[in-house]
């Protein structure tokens, strides 16, 4: 007789054949089946203390490996903590697998414990999202769920498992085995790589945005090449703050100065600002490639006959495409201007310092931090928040960074940093973080203990949201500020309570110290530094 199998290990077993040996999670009635097989398959349950951060988690591992990280929760409420954090791994575009324990087949309809209609829930913010029918099926639809998220514009894939599909038996011989596979869109085509190449050529100004997916260390480096050998900028925009992204220097000045935009995989949205309207050149032409059609039909809408190309393929392969039928351009001074205003920064940020005692200036903190960053070229940078770690996007150097992405959504940091140190055995790892956003998931600090899995969080505590601050400020005017203060709170010594490193600073001169110890101490670190509630930089050409 053959071996029987429950639910639970085949979905186990089909996890570790699609390549995945760890799974983040947070335990629950409809899940035990899972965590039990995973004991005898020796799956590693990284278990956290809240489902969206374990989403979180897994949107890191595939940001940073390109491969599905995999989340696993709860049904109903478990599922319901976990849907928000799918949000920023869609719009991060990062390839992972939600699944959610969930009501038993026969209770559906009939008020079931924690039942609620799962799929539908997190549809909106997924790539796809179902409910697996029948034990036969787990092996399949798990390989379909990996196969999804990692092809075409990655991102996030959600399955609901049943509590009786996971505990029925089934005999070796009837179950479905998952496949690894990834299915590239199509390459794109020698007429479109010329057609795009002949019209960077005879632009003046072209320009490159690439999408979040190009966010990768990998995808940087791609997108330099291009650069380098057809003469235009080629800029990755990740952030909600779209084109004022301080990541970019002074880009809103450069941007309004092209005349051919290339979307390389960048969705047209709100973060372009569409490519309209009184900042761009009126006679701008636009190029799209991406493997989504439907982005595709959307820059036609948007740009009639003013979008020269429209050409669908995999931004990656596309780039390589494009790099290898580059016939070099001569003349090197629009990508010369284009950078000198990406790179700059003002001179005045060398010795800039707060007027307020106690306090310190936000670029006071990262020209401490900047050594430390590039102390090891493997280093990971996280900014996560508002106003302050905008100004570490904008002094810190860019290579193997994550930042929350177009979503917007702040609190994601503490919890990519814990994934990170998963992949990155050595090199330091620094969370950029405000004190608002520390809020939302401090509490990872113990899972972080727990697990061994050591960086340090440079937190900017200014007692304030000052993100939403200033926009009262802006638009409402000094005397209506409200609703957007907190406590200068010691976070620092809460992450001591769990286990972990702290370090208090008021003084600019203190910093570094602090940095190297946190380093030093071999824990997960906080380091809580006083700044004065200062503007995200903006920076003109
Ligand atoms: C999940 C989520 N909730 C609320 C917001 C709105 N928001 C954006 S930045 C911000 C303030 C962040 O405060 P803090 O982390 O202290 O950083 P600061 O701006 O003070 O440097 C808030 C509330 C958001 N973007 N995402
Ligand atoms: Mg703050």
Request: proline share 6%; glycine share 10%.
């Amino acid at each position: 007789m053959s071996q029987q199998f429950r639910g639970a290990d085949i979905v186990v077993r089909s996890l570790q054949r699609l390549g995945c040996d760890r799974v983040f999670t947070l335990s629950g009635n409809h899940i035990m089946s899972l965590f039990d097989a995973a004991l005898d398959a020796g799956l590693d349950l990284i278990h956290v203390r809240h489902e969206a951060a374990a989403v979180h988690m897994a949107d890191a591992h595939g940001r940073l490996t390109g491969q599905p990280g995999v989340a696993m929760v709860t049904g109903g409420p478990g599922h319901a903590n976990a849907v928000g954090a799918l949000f920023t791994a869609l719009s991060a575009e990062s390839p992972m697998v939600l699944l959610s324990g969930h009501a038993a087949t026969w209770e559906l309809g009939r008020g079931g414990f924690q039942e609620i209609r799962q799929a539908e829930m997190a549809a909106p913010v997924c790539k796809a999202s179902w409910m697996v029918q029948a034990t036969a099926e787990l092996g399949r639809d798990l390989g379909e769920a990996m196969r999804i998220a990692a092809s075409g514009r990655p991102g996030p894939v959600h399955l609901s498992l049943p509590s009786d599909v996971l505990e029925q038996r089934l005999a070796e011989d009837a179950i479905v085995w998952p496949q690894r596979t990834i299915s590239h869109g199509p390459p794109m085509p020698d007429a479109d790589a010329d057609a795009i190449l002949a019209a960077v050529a005879k632009a003046k100004r072209p320009i490159v945005l690439a999408g979040p997916q190009l966010s990768s260390l990998g995808g940087r480096a791609l997108l330099a090449q291009l650069e380098a050998v057809i003469g235009a900028p080629a800029v990755v925009m990740e952030s909600p703050r779209g084109i004022a992204d301080a990541t970019l220097g002074a880009f809103p000045d450069l941007i309004g100065r092209a005349d051919l935009i290339v979307l390389l995989g960048k969705a047209l949205d709100f973060t372009t600002k569409w490519l309209s309207g009184r900042a761009f050149d009126p006679e701008l032409r636009v190029i799209a490639v991406d493997p989504d059609p439907v982005l595709l039909q959307r820059a036609k809408a948007e740009k009639g006959e003013r979008l020269l190309v429209a050409c669908q393929a995999d931004p990656g392969s596309a780039t390589g495409m494009l790099i290898a039928r580059a016939v070099e351009r001569g003349d090197d001074a629009w990508l010369k201007q284009a950078r000198g205003a990406l790179d700059s920064r003002p001179a005045e940020w060398a010795d800039i310092v707060s007027s307020k005692p106690g306090r310190l200036h936000p670029a006071e903190v990262f020209r401490a931090l900047r050594p430390f960053v590039e102390r090891d070229p493997n280093s990971v940078l996280i900014c996560d928040g508002g106003e302050f770690a905008q100004w570490a996007q904008s002094m810190l150097p860019l290579r193997r960074r994550l930042i929350n992405g177009v979503a917007g959504a702040i609190g994601p940091s503490l919890s990519f940093a814990l994934s990170a140190r998963l992949l990155e055995p050595q090199a330091p790892i620094f969370a950029v973080l405000g004190d608002g956003t520390i809020g939302l998931h401090i509490a990872e600090f113990e899972t972080a203990v727990r697990r061994r899995l050591p960086f340090v969080a440079i937190l900017g505590n200014d007692a304030r949201w000052n993100a939403e601050s200033q926009i009262q400020l802006r638009e409402y005017g000094a005397n209506r500020m409200h609703g957007c203060e907190l406590l200068p709170a010691r976070y620092d010594q809460v992450v001591e309570a769990f286990g972990g490193h702290g370090e208090h600073v008021e003084r600019a001169a203190d910093l570094p110290g602090a940095i190297e110890r946190a380093l030093n101490s071999g824990k997960p670190a906080c380091i809580n530094v006083m700044i004065d509630s200062i503007a995200a930089p903006v920076i003109r050409a």
